[in-house]
T-cell receptor
C-alpha cells in the first residue's frame, strides 16, 4: 500500500533556529496535511495543501506541496521551545486501499522535535 | 469545551477482558474514525464511519469492533484484550465529502492510553 516517509525521524532544535522536515512517497497524493502532536495530546492540524506547487503559511510555519505530488516540506522559522513535539504528514490514499471511500488518511511515522540539551 | 472528547483517558486492564472506548463530538461532523498509535509507527486506521448506518474496516481492524450509536458518538470495543493492543487510541472526525476539500481535514480527540497486562 501507499506509504509516507518522513525525514528526519528526529532532530534537536535550539531556540531561534529554522527547522526543515519533509515527507515523501513513491505514489502521488492529491492532498498533503501537516499535523503536530504535543505529549499527551491528539494531533492538531497545522496546514492543509491541495494544489501541486502550493506554498501555504501559518504563522512561523510554511509548507509546500511538491510539484511532482510525491513530496511535501514543512519549515519552521525562528523556532521557540513550544515547537517541540511530533510532526506528522498525512494524506488520503490515491488508490482505494481502505474500503474505497474518500476521507481516509495515511500518516507518516513522524518527525520528533526536541530541545538541544 | 473540547469538540472531540474521549473516555476514559487512561485504562489499565487484563488480558481477556472486554474493553470499550468512547468518543463523542460536538462538531456536527458526519464522519468519525478510530486510530491506534504505537511508538515509532505513526497512526494507523482501525475503523471508520461516514454516517450512522455506515461502518468500514481500516488497516488494522482485527481484534476490534465498533458501534456508531448516533451521529455524535462512536465507540471502539476490544472483545478480548491482549497485551499487543497496548497503545494510544485516537478518535477523529471530519466533514462529509462535498465539492470542497474539507473532508480530508480530520480533527482529533485527546486520546485514550490503554494498557493490557
Amino acid at each position: 500500500g501507499q506509504q509516507l516517509n518522513q525525514s528526519p525521524q528526529s532532530m534537536f532544535i535550539q531556540e531561534g533556529e529554522d527547522v526543515s522536515m519533509n515527507c515523501t512517497s513513491s505514489s502521488i497524493f492529491n492532498t498533503w496535511l501537516w499535523y503536530k502532536q504535543d505529549p499527551g495530546e491528539g494531533p492538531v492540524l497545522l496546514i492543509a495543501l491541495y494544489k501541486a506547487g502550493e506554498l501555504t503559511s501559518n504563522g512561523r510555519l510554511t509548507a509546500q506541496f511538491g510539484i511532482t505530488r510525491k513530496d511535501s516540506f514543512l519549515n519552521i522559522s525562528a523556532s521557540i521551545p513550544s515547537d517541540v513535539g511530533i510532526y506528522f504528514c498525512a494524506g488520503p490514499p490515491t488508490f482505494m486501499n481502505y474500503g474505497g471511500s474518500q476521507g481516509n488518511l495515511i500518516f507518516g511515522k513522524g518527525t520528533k522535535l526536541s530541545v538541544k540539551p | 469545551d473540547a469538540d472531540v472528547t474521549q473516555t476514559p483517558r487512561n485504562r489499565i486492564t487484563k488480558t481477556g477482558k472486554r474493553i470499550m472506548l468512547e468518543c463523542s463530538q460536538t462538531k456536527g461532523h458526519d464522519r468519525m474514525y478510530w486510530y491506534r498509535q504505537d511508538p515509532g509507527l505513526g497512526l494507523r486506521l482501525i475503523y471508520y464511519s461516514f454516517d450512522v448506518k455506515d461502518i468500514n474496516k481500516g488497516e488494522i481492524s482485527d481484534g476490534y469492533s465498533v458501534s456508531r450509536q448516533a451521529q455524535a458518538k462512536f465507540s471502539l470495543s476490544l472483545e478480548s484484550a491482549i497485551p499487543n493492543q497496548t497503545a494510544l487510541y485516537f478518535c477523529a472526525t471530519s466533514e462529509p465529502g462535498t465539492s470542497g476539500r474539507s473532508y480530508n481535514e480530520q480533527f482529533f480527540g485527546p486520546g485514550t492510553r490503554l494498557t493490557v497486562l
